[in-house]
């Protein structure tokens, strides 16, 4: 493959660039490509462009994408048109009176719900923004909690599918057995330093403990001003006797319980789907033909993050054809000090996935490269692997045109570009404080 040097980082640079002008995601992802595949093909281009779609609409992993959110977006409608979300809103305000509550309960949910980021996310950002909304928080504040809480808590969980990933990594890496993993695992959580400080953090933002600053700080003003949006009048929150918390609370249980069990969350979205028609049409809450038509309208409401997800796809994959990854860790890892390894590996590889908007590809391209370069340098293993767990959390968090981000956004009912403008600032005091960590820590540990 050849190596496009320092050309390789222009699709990434136009991506964003692009993004803060015109603020559209989508349209800055798709400009990206372009550059990325004039670069690679030159002026025949389109056929080969064309092709890469094809790639990843043809992907296992973008079809388990499709149904997984697609199928969420239905639920999503389903807790809406039964009042069952409403239900447990109006729980929430009674308990929230006030902001810093508020946010600390959507703190606080994000942490129950820690089976997967994706569940986590959605379920807060849709249970959570009509309460928000009621005591003038910025939405934008909302998407960026539950944001970044999520895979922060995930990741230090070893029975999520964060933690089962990273697992996984540790294996492939032979930094451990696959008998001795979930152990290995756990010897690492104290070294991932960016997930603890950000969950530390999230929630010192959440009660104002570490005041709002920023474009965030003129987003909460915005919001003070704002009158709640207005509830429809055919709407369940209208109706009290819809007004039921179990209607959203049993769905959400189910599918963790589901995918505890089975590892697959796609089939506890399935098999929620059959419940909640079990659950809600004998309640006479929607008629059967109402439900299909949820359905369906919920799926399509999840077509923006169909295509701001599609749209990284096709950048990870021609940022690897250009040899970004590659060229970036070549250029670092040679003069780096064994001491600064992992401080320079969470910085490598947090960059990279922010760059890729593939943060476990990026995390999987990196544990086979990195780890040797720190069993050669005699660096603290543990340390180094709890350095690029902690990178794939970071660049998750951060990186605004990405699956995780997207769907908080979605959920929050933002854009992905307000998302960037007030989260990135908060997110850069536990990433700096993250680098300082793995500088002290490599030179202590060795």
């Not at 207005?230 to 918390?245: G, L, Y």
């Not at 969470?346 to 996935?353: D, H, P, Y």
Request: charge should be neutral.
């Amino acid at each position: 493959m050849e190596n496009y040097g320092i050309l390789s980082l222009l699709p990434i640079t136009v991506v964003i660039v692009l993004a803060l002008i015109t603020k559209r995601t989508a349209l800055s992802l798709i400009a990206g490509t372009i550059v990325g595949a004039i670069l690679l093909y030159g002026i025949s281009f389109p056929k080969p462009w064309v092709d890469i779609i094809y790639g990843v609409i043809g992907s296992d992993l973008w079809i388990w994408l499709l149904l997984v959110c697609g199928f969420f977006g239905s639920l999503v409608a389903l807790f809406q048109a039964s009042g069952g979300i409403f239900g447990f809103t109006a729980i929430a305000a009674k308990v929230c009176r006030g902001e810093r509550l508020t946010l600390a309960a959507a703190w606080l949910l994000s942490v129950i719900v820690f089976i997967d980021d994706w569940l986590s996310i959605l379920t807060v950002g849709n249970a959570m923004r009509n309460t928000a909304d009621r005591f003038g928080i910025p939405r934008e504040m909302l998407a960026f909690i539950s944001n970044s809480t999520a895979p922060s808590i995930c990741v230090i969980v070893p029975i999520s599918t964060w933690g089962v990933f990273m697992t996984s990594q540790l294996v492939a890496a032979n930094i451990c057995t696959e008998e001795a993993g979930i152990a290995v695992f756990l010897k690492t959580i104290p070294y991932m330093f960016y997930p603890l400080l950000m969950l530390l953090c999230a929630l010192l933002y959440a009660l104002n403990i570490i005041p709002k600053f920023g474009p965030m700080r003129y987003a909460e003003q915005a919001a003070k001003t704002k009158k709640p949006p207005a509830v429809p009048k055919n709407s369940p929150q209208t109706d009290e006797k819809k007004q039921r918390a179990v209607n959203f609370l049993l769905p959400i249980v189910l599918i963790t319980i589901i995918t505890i069990v089975t590892g697959e969350i796609l089939y506890g979205v399935l098999i929620c789907l059959v419940f909640c028609a079990i659950l809600y049409l004998p309640q006479k809450l929607m008629t059967a033909g109402e439900y299909l038509n949820t359905i369906l309208s919920g799926f399509k409401d999840m077509i923006n993050v169909f295509f701001i997800v599609t749209s990284a796809f096709m950048l990870r994959d021609i940022n690897a054809l250009l040899g970004m990854p590659e060229y970036i860790i070549g250029a670092v890892k040679d003069g780096v000090s064994p001491e600064l390894l992992p401080a320079a590996a969470f910085i490598i590889v947090s960059l990279l996935g922010f760059a890729a908007g593939n943060f476990w590809g990026i995390c999987a391209i990196s544990f086979p490269v990195i780890i040797p370069i720190a069993q050669a340098l005699n660096c603290n293993l543990l340390l180094t692997a709890g350095a690029i767990i902690s990178a794939t959390t970071a660049s998750s968090n951060a990186c605004f045109y990405g699956a995780e981000a997207t769907l908080a956004c979605s959920a929050a009912q933002i854009e992905n570009i307000r998302y960037a403008q007030t989260a990135i600032p908060l997110i850069v005091i536990p990433f700096i404080l993250s680098i300082i960590c793995y500088a002290a820590a490599g030179f202590l540990l060795g």
